[in-house]
Protein backbone atom coordinates (compact mmCIF):
# COMPACT_ATOMS: atom_id res chain seq x y z
CA UNK A 1 0.00 0.00 0.00
CA UNK A 2 2.81 2.59 0.89
CA UNK A 3 4.07 2.27 -3.05
CA UNK A 4 0.65 2.78 -4.30
CA UNK A 5 0.80 6.25 -2.15
CA UNK A 6 4.19 7.29 -3.46
CA UNK A 7 3.15 7.95 -7.14
CA UNK A 8 -0.15 9.66 -6.43
CA UNK A 9 1.92 11.97 -4.04
CA UNK A 10 4.41 13.16 -6.96
CA UNK A 11 1.54 13.97 -8.75
CA UNK A 12 -0.11 16.50 -6.51
CA UNK A 13 3.56 17.81 -6.03
CA UNK A 14 4.00 17.86 -9.37
CA UNK A 15 0.13 19.90 -9.97
CA UNK A 16 0.96 21.85 -7.11
CA UNK A 17 3.90 23.29 -8.97
CA UNK A 18 2.17 23.81 -11.94
CA UNK A 19 4.09 21.42 -14.32
CA UNK A 20 1.27 19.64 -15.70
CA UNK A 21 2.69 18.71 -18.97
CA UNK A 22 6.07 18.12 -17.64
CA UNK A 23 7.72 21.45 -19.56
CA UNK A 24 9.81 23.91 -17.70
CA UNK A 25 8.08 26.97 -16.31
CA UNK A 26 8.11 30.35 -18.11
CA UNK A 27 8.57 33.71 -16.54
CA UNK A 28 7.07 36.68 -17.66
CA UNK A 29 9.30 39.54 -18.85
CA UNK A 30 9.18 42.86 -16.86
CA UNK A 31 7.47 45.58 -18.12
CA UNK A 32 9.75 48.10 -19.14
CA UNK A 33 10.34 50.91 -17.24
CA UNK A 34 7.60 53.78 -17.87
CA UNK A 35 9.07 56.43 -19.96
CA UNK A 36 8.32 60.32 -20.22
CA UNK A 37 8.02 62.32 -23.31
CA UNK A 38 10.36 65.08 -23.70
CA UNK A 39 9.37 68.31 -23.21
CA UNK A 40 10.20 70.98 -26.19
CA UNK A 41 12.18 73.72 -24.53
CA UNK A 42 10.26 77.38 -24.20
CA UNK A 43 11.47 79.56 -26.23
CA UNK A 44 12.08 83.23 -24.40
CA UNK A 45 9.29 86.40 -25.13
CA UNK A 46 11.30 88.96 -25.30
CA UNK A 47 10.05 91.74 -23.39
CA UNK A 48 7.19 94.09 -24.17
CA UNK A 49 8.97 97.36 -26.17
CA UNK A 50 8.66 100.13 -23.81
CA UNK A 51 7.31 103.24 -25.60
CA UNK A 52 8.80 106.85 -24.50
CA UNK A 53 6.12 109.15 -23.96
CA UNK A 54 6.70 112.03 -25.77
CA UNK A 55 6.55 115.33 -24.80
CA UNK A 56 4.84 118.19 -26.54
CA UNK A 57 6.32 121.85 -26.02
CA UNK A 58 4.29 123.72 -23.55
CA UNK A 59 2.08 126.20 -25.97
CA UNK A 60 2.37 130.06 -24.72
CA UNK A 61 -0.14 131.68 -22.71
CA UNK A 62 -1.74 134.76 -22.55
CA UNK A 63 -5.41 136.48 -21.92
CA UNK A 64 -5.86 136.69 -25.32
CA UNK A 65 -4.84 132.51 -26.33
CA UNK A 66 -8.61 131.27 -27.92
CA UNK A 67 -10.58 134.37 -27.73
CA UNK A 68 -13.21 134.63 -30.02
CA UNK A 69 -14.43 138.22 -30.93
CA UNK A 70 -16.86 138.71 -33.01
CA UNK A 71 -17.25 141.14 -35.47
CA UNK A 72 -14.44 143.72 -36.72
CA UNK A 73 -16.28 147.41 -36.58
CA UNK A 74 -17.01 149.28 -39.82
CA UNK A 75 -13.46 149.17 -41.46
CA UNK A 76 -14.55 150.85 -44.59
CA UNK A 77 -12.40 152.87 -46.20
CA UNK A 78 -9.50 151.69 -44.54
CA UNK A 79 -6.07 151.57 -46.77
CA UNK A 80 -5.07 148.08 -47.45
CA UNK A 81 -1.87 148.49 -45.39
CA UNK A 82 -3.21 149.69 -42.25
CA UNK A 83 -5.80 146.58 -43.25
CA UNK A 84 -2.77 144.29 -43.43
CA UNK A 85 -0.99 145.62 -40.33
CA UNK A 86 -4.49 145.28 -38.28
CA UNK A 87 -4.90 141.80 -38.90
CA UNK A 88 -0.79 140.98 -38.34
CA UNK A 89 -1.41 142.22 -35.33
CA UNK A 90 -4.66 140.82 -33.98
CA UNK A 91 -2.84 137.39 -35.46
CA UNK A 92 0.24 137.24 -33.26
CA UNK A 93 -1.99 138.81 -30.25
CA UNK A 94 -3.71 135.18 -30.48
CA UNK A 95 -0.33 133.45 -30.73
CA UNK A 96 0.68 135.08 -27.52
CA UNK A 97 3.63 136.43 -29.36
CA UNK A 98 5.32 138.63 -27.20
CA UNK A 99 8.72 139.11 -29.33
CA UNK A 100 6.48 139.21 -32.87
CA UNK A 101 3.95 142.25 -31.51
CA UNK A 102 7.37 143.97 -30.66
CA UNK A 103 9.17 142.94 -33.92
CA UNK A 104 6.05 144.38 -35.56
CA UNK A 105 6.00 147.03 -33.18
CA UNK A 106 9.56 148.60 -33.63
CA UNK A 107 9.57 147.73 -37.38
CA UNK A 108 8.57 151.55 -38.19
CA UNK A 109 9.02 154.31 -36.75
CA UNK A 110 12.05 154.18 -33.77
CA UNK A 111 9.20 155.40 -31.04
CA UNK A 112 6.34 153.51 -30.53
CA UNK A 113 4.07 154.66 -27.67
CA UNK A 114 3.51 151.16 -25.33
CA UNK A 115 3.72 153.07 -21.90
CA UNK A 116 3.76 156.16 -20.18
CA UNK A 117 6.17 154.78 -17.71
CA UNK A 118 8.72 154.63 -19.82
CA UNK A 119 10.89 150.97 -20.79
CA UNK A 120 12.31 150.04 -24.47
CA UNK A 121 11.26 146.61 -24.87
CA UNK A 122 7.38 146.80 -25.60
CA UNK A 123 7.43 142.54 -25.15
CA UNK A 124 8.41 142.73 -21.97
CA UNK A 125 6.21 145.20 -20.76
CA UNK A 126 3.47 143.00 -22.01
CA UNK A 127 4.64 140.09 -20.66
CA UNK A 128 4.96 142.08 -17.07
CA UNK A 129 1.24 143.79 -17.24
CA UNK A 130 -0.11 139.69 -18.47
CA UNK A 131 1.79 138.31 -15.12
CA UNK A 132 0.17 141.22 -12.97
CA UNK A 133 -3.16 140.51 -14.24
CA UNK A 134 -3.93 142.96 -17.10
CA UNK A 135 -4.97 140.82 -20.13
CA UNK A 136 -3.03 143.04 -22.49
CA UNK A 137 -3.31 141.59 -25.32
CA UNK A 138 -6.71 139.98 -24.90
CA UNK A 139 -7.40 144.10 -24.93
CA UNK A 140 -5.63 144.82 -28.30
CA UNK A 141 -8.00 141.94 -30.02
CA UNK A 142 -11.10 143.70 -28.43
CA UNK A 143 -9.86 146.76 -29.60
CA UNK A 144 -8.84 146.61 -32.88
CA UNK A 145 -12.75 144.96 -33.41
CA UNK A 146 -13.58 147.62 -33.06
CA UNK A 147 -14.52 150.70 -35.43
CA UNK A 148 -11.73 153.12 -35.67
CA UNK A 149 -11.55 156.74 -35.79
CA UNK A 150 -9.36 158.73 -37.96
CA UNK A 151 -7.06 161.98 -36.81
CA UNK A 152 -7.03 163.82 -40.36
CA UNK A 153 -4.48 166.07 -39.46
CA UNK A 154 -1.55 163.09 -38.73
CA UNK A 155 -3.48 160.41 -41.15
CA UNK A 156 -3.74 157.84 -38.08
CA UNK A 157 -6.70 155.18 -38.08
CA UNK A 158 -7.10 154.69 -34.12
CA UNK A 159 -9.37 152.24 -32.25
CA UNK A 160 -11.70 152.75 -30.63
CA UNK A 161 -13.24 155.70 -32.16
CA UNK A 162 -14.16 157.16 -28.67
CA UNK A 163 -10.52 157.56 -28.70
CA UNK A 164 -10.50 160.65 -31.00
CA UNK A 165 -13.41 161.78 -29.36
CA UNK A 166 -11.99 165.50 -27.96
CA UNK A 167 -15.61 165.48 -25.45
CA UNK A 168 -17.25 161.95 -25.42
CA UNK A 169 -20.87 161.81 -24.83
CA UNK A 170 -21.97 158.80 -23.23
CA UNK A 171 -23.08 157.73 -26.36
CA UNK A 172 -19.81 157.90 -27.51
CA UNK A 173 -18.79 155.14 -24.75
CA UNK A 174 -21.43 152.42 -26.03
CA UNK A 175 -19.23 150.51 -28.36
CA UNK A 176 -16.67 149.80 -25.80
CA UNK A 177 -18.80 149.34 -23.12
CA UNK A 178 -18.34 145.18 -24.79
CA UNK A 179 -15.16 145.75 -23.11
CA UNK A 180 -14.97 147.81 -19.89
CA UNK A 181 -17.19 147.88 -17.11
CA UNK A 182 -19.70 150.45 -15.97
CA UNK A 183 -17.25 151.14 -13.54
CA UNK A 184 -14.68 151.89 -16.19
CA UNK A 185 -17.07 153.80 -17.88
CA UNK A 186 -17.82 156.17 -15.17
CA UNK A 187 -13.73 156.64 -14.86
CA UNK A 188 -13.33 157.56 -17.96
CA UNK A 189 -16.26 159.87 -18.07
CA UNK A 190 -14.90 161.31 -14.62
CA UNK A 191 -11.80 161.92 -16.48
CA UNK A 192 -13.37 163.72 -19.12
CA UNK A 193 -11.87 161.66 -22.36
CA UNK A 194 -11.26 157.35 -23.26
CA UNK A 195 -8.24 156.11 -21.55
CA UNK A 196 -8.84 153.06 -21.75
CA UNK A 197 -6.51 150.10 -24.42
CA UNK A 198 -5.94 152.52 -27.78
CA UNK A 199 -4.55 151.60 -30.83
CA UNK A 200 -3.06 153.43 -33.49
CA UNK A 201 -2.00 152.76 -36.98
CA UNK A 202 -0.55 155.20 -40.00
CA UNK A 203 -1.92 155.23 -43.22
CA UNK A 204 1.46 153.43 -45.29
CA UNK A 205 0.68 150.63 -42.06
CA UNK A 206 3.14 151.84 -39.50
CA UNK A 207 2.41 150.86 -36.14
CA UNK A 208 2.81 153.70 -33.99
CA UNK A 209 1.09 152.81 -30.39
CA UNK A 210 -0.74 150.30 -27.85
CA UNK A 211 -1.15 152.07 -24.82
CA UNK A 212 -3.27 152.81 -22.24
CA UNK A 213 -4.05 155.40 -19.51
CA UNK A 214 -2.94 159.80 -20.01
Known sequence: MYLRLVPALLIAVAAACGDTGGGTATTEPPAPASTTTPVAPTTPVAPATTMTPTTTAPQPTCSAAGAEVEGAGDL?????PVVETRAAIIDLALACDYDGLAELAL????????????GEDPAEFW?????????ALLRMVQVLN????HLEEADIHVWPAVATVQFPTD?????VRSIYDEDAIALFQEFGG??????GIRADGDWLSFVAGD
Open 76 to 80: TGLPG
Open 171 to 175: ADYDE
Open 127 to 135: REAEAAGDP
Open 194 to 199: YIGYRA
Open 107 to 118: AGEPFFSFSFGG
Open 146 to 149: LSPG
